[in-house]
């Protein structure tokens, strides 16, 4: 399926966004940007299973923002704990989501690449 220019245009100024912004918590919401735009388009479905981690910061960052009603899990609170630390500048290297983000951002590159070859 090739990319309309309009989703090429949007799609291109969020990974741009995650290009542009230093390590931080504001890298993880350009993360969540990213993602949040290839979800909605319906993209997802041919990424490889690396995008799960991309996908991780989405639905942390999505889930810190909000009030939950019913158990989200082990892990999804784990993830909110860690990127809230990182959103109150309490960075460690044992949180895996500030360790990482050099990670996280080559996958943003990886992922964009196989969206949209021709960029």
């Known amino acids: ?7 090429k245009l949007e799609l291109d100024r969020r990974f741009q966004k995650v290009l542009a912004t230093p390590a931080s918590f504001d890298f993880l919401v350009a993360i969540h940007d990213f993602v949040q735009y290839i979800e909605l388009s319906s993209l997802s479905k ?12 989405y639905q942390g960052v ?4 909000a009030k939950s009603k019913g158990d989200l899990g082990h892990a999804r609170y784990m993830v909110i704990h860690d990127l809230n630390r990182i959103q109150n500048n309490e960075f460690s290297q044992n949180n ?17 690449e196989k969206l949209n070859p021709s960029f």
Do not use: C, N, V
Not at 62 to 65: E, L, P, Q, Y
Not at 96 to 112: C, D, G, S, V
């Open 62 to 65: 999505k889930d810190s923002g």
């Open 46 to 57: 041919r990424l490889p299973i690396q995008y799960a981690h991309l996908k991780q910061i």
């Open 96 to 112: 895996l989501f500030w360790r990482k983000q050099e990670f996280f951002r080559k996958l943003a590159i990886e992922i964009h």
């Open 1 to 7: 399926m090739k990319l309309s220019e309009t989703m």
